[in-house]
């Protein structure tokens, strides 16, 4: 029997349409685009090329000896469940061990109120699934990250941005904004945050504010969604006290074993109130049947065996070496109308350029001189963020850095010179070698 092929590969006209299954696909993948700028990351992804674009962690510094003999460990001792399905909740060790990570920012919590899913950016997922009807509401901060807006895009949610500072998020614009919403008639579905150095804007909520946006949320009875894969990762301070830890029935908490340890475990978990876990149980055994057994008993073993809070030691002081970096460069080099803040932990600099200038518009002549970025454009739902850009300085070296600021400098340098002689930035030039060769993973922008 012949297979029946779809039939409208040719339009009237005679063209012919790239993509012949676009009338098949349901209405919620037209959120589901490619960033404009994916097909710049293949070029940004060669080594002669700075890239301060990639949120990917920095797991050089992992004892790879040590991982490797609990793995073999784990196979030759207990292989036969490492490789069998699981629950659809999670290894129960493992979510007792999530619960002292837990305890080091403050939260008591009971494992069975643990869901493992597949690294956070699956929670983000599976909360989303169990509460967002199309045109539901979703509050986020203003920049926010990329992944999670995908997400609610994905799930047809309308994306309502929230202003921040260097403070975090701004609690009169949060009540602002929630009072707007719902006198609209609109439903918001929960707030979605990134308290503790933030993805993309580098900032934390500062503990004063915590409590008035715990009251504001509790008040308008708008659950907040936290999300949390960083941390822990403070450069000079001790973690901050999770929202989870004083509002046990209005936030779902979500973290990740992927900065703390490493992204290609795949673990991260949902702490939720009861019913909601029951929920994400559910939703995680339609998704996934269960998150990876094999997986969660490494990164357990990994926990038991290692000392994983040394280990999270030395990360933060690689990475504290990177910010100084990057801060000294940007302190040394930048023209003076550029502003950035300085991020006390974390991956990223949210920097913004002197007026007038673009940073999308920027990007394929910043390749071409061998340095990339994210603009900030990509962290906004709504095409807000042109003047910004994400400079992340989790991965390269310190030079590397530092050289690659150098090299930005000298972009922004001459756009900033060509709008004075034309008066009006340049539009985007085209840059040898795009849309060539391999798409792959979009790892530059987690
Ligand atoms: C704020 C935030 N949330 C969630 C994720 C997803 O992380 P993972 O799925 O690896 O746990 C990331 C990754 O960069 C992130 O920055």
Redesign the pocket.
Known sequence: MSQQLPQNRHRADGSTRLDSYVDRYAARTQGMTASEIRALFSVASRPEVVSLAG?MPNISGLPLDVVGEAISDLVANRGSTAMQYGSGQGDPRLREQICDVMRLEGIEAHPDDVVVT???????DLVTRIFCDPGDVVICEAPS?V??LGVFKAYQCDVVHVEMDEHGLVPSALREAIAHVQASGRRIKFVYT?PNY??PAGVTLAAERRPEILEICREADVLVLE?N??GLLGFDEEPHRALRADEADGVIY?G????TFA?GF???WALAPHAVREKLVLAQESATLCPPSFSQMAVSAYLEKHDWLGQIKQFREMYRERRDAMVRALDDMMPPAARWNVPTGG?YVWLTLPDGLDAKAMLPRAVTARVAFVPGTAFFADGFGAQSMRLSYCYPTPERIREGVRRLVGVIEEEVELRHTFGTGLGAAPTPGLNRGYDGPTTDL?
């Open positions: 949120g597949v690294g956070s950016q699956q929670a983000v990250y992944g999670a990134i933030h993805n999300d894969p960083y979500l990740s074993f992927s900065k992204p795949r673990v991260g991956f987690t």
